[in-house]
């Protein structure tokens, strides 16, 4: 899976971006060449979309049957490439009144339109209710927003960094990210979800503010950041909402 997002739509932590990147013997990719070396790596079998100039999502079934399935669906210009399962989508389809046919990726698509829409509940309250292991990456076409979660166990592999643009690039694949990004790089944080608008934050500690520490790799260059709760922080409790709320102005409060 990949995701490249341009930086009108999302602005990501700054700390994401490393300086050793301009040093680095590797030079980071354009968006266009990241796409063209996922693409080659399965021609047969990977697909592409485009949105305009600020938004471009690709994926590619996996031929490994040891790594966790994954999906891809649109629907309603809403798009989710979903990576793992749910072991609870059944029980999550009645409560959301979804026909039995539903997968895992289907029911991400319904879940966000719901809370977008009219949903009665935080969003970090819906993805607590996930049953599984998972990572996923909504694109929400009609009101340019991005949605990027992972679940708390850190089961599936996601890794986001920054392009030679300052795209955001998302992938399943840490070799993509690392080929793409030079060191500007890292793991995305297991129980943490990211909204465009509103950046990165813990669905796990909604009241716990996250800090960045900064990663080095095997060559002792500092590749990116891990970001953490921070135990001795504390911000508002975000407000239950009306059946008037948005999911895609969601945030949390100050």
Not at 201 to 222: C, F, Q, T, W
């Given at each position: 899976m990949?995701?490249?997002?341009k930086?009108?739509?999302?602005?990501?932590?700054?700390e994401?971006?490393?300086?050793a990147?301009?040093?680095?013997?590797t030079?980071?990719?354009l968006?266009?060449e990241?796409?063209?070396?996922?693409?080659?790596c399965?021609?047969?079998?990977?697909?592409?979309m485009?949105f305009?100039n600020?938004a471009?999502l690709?994926?590619?079934p996996s031929?490994k049957p040891?790594v966790?399935?994954?999906?891809?669906?649109?629907?309603d210009?809403?798009?989710?490439?979903?990576?793992?399962?749910?072991n609870?989508l059944s029980q999550?389809?009645?409560?959301y009144?979804l026909?039995?046919?539903s997968?895992d990726?289907?029911?991400t698509?319904?879940?966000?339109r719901?809370?977008r829409?009219?949903?009665p509940?935080?969003?970090d309250?819906?993805?607590k209710?996930?049953?599984?292991?998972f990572?996923f990456v909504?694109?929400?076409?009609?009101?340019?927003?991005?949605?990027?979660?992972?679940?708390?166990?850190?089961?599936i592999?996601l890794?986001?960094?920054?392009?030679a643009d300052?795209?955001?690039v998302i992938s399943?694949?840490?070799?993509?990210?690392?080929a793409?990004?030079?060191?500007?790089?890292?793991?995305?944080?297991?129980?943490?979800?990211?909204?465009?608008g509103?950046?990165?934050?813990?669905y796990e500690?909604p009241?716990?503010?996250l800090?960045?520490?900064?990663?080095?790799?095997?060559e002792?260059?500092?590749?990116?950041?891990?970001?953490?709760?921070?135990?001795?922080?504390?911000?508002?409790?975000?407000?239950?909402?009306?059946?008037?709320?948005?999911?895609a102005v969601?945030?949390?409060?100050?």
């Amino acid at each position: 899976m990949l995701a490249i997002f341009k930086r009108s739509l999302v602005d990501p932590p700054k700390e994401l971006n490393s300086p050793a990147s301009m040093d680095s013997s590797t030079n980071s990719m354009l968006p266009n060449e990241i796409l063209h070396h996922f693409m080659s790596c399965d021609p047969s079998n990977a697909f592409s979309m485009n949105f305009g100039n600020d938004a471009l999502l690709a994926y590619s079934p996996s031929k490994k049957p040891s790594v966790h399935h994954g999906m891809f669906c649109g629907l309603d210009n809403i798009y989710c490439a979903f990576m793992g399962g749910l072991n609870n989508l059944s029980q999550l389809i009645k409560q959301y009144r979804l026909s039995k046919g539903s997968n895992d990726a289907m029911f991400t698509i319904e879940a966000y339109r719901t809370l977008r829409d009219r949903g009665p509940y935080p969003a970090d309250q819906v993805l607590k209710e996930l049953d599984g292991s998972f990572a996923f990456v909504i694109y929400d076409d009609k009101n340019g927003t991005i949605f990027v979660a992972s679940d708390s166990n850190g089961d599936i592999g996601l890794f986001w960094g920054i392009a030679a643009d300052g795209s955001v690039v998302i992938s399943d694949s840490k070799e993509l990210i690392k080929a793409s990004c030079a060191k500007s790089f890292a793991p995305f944080p297991s129980g943490c979800m990211f909204h465009s608008g509103h950046g990165l934050m813990s669905y796990e500690h909604p009241n716990r503010k996250l800090k960045a520490m900064p990663r080095v790799d095997s060559e002792g260059i500092m590749c990116g950041a891990t970001f953490l709760v921070d135990s001795q922080s504390r911000k508002s409790i975000m407000p239950r909402v009306g059946s008037e709320a948005n999911w895609a102005v969601w945030g949390p409060q100050a």
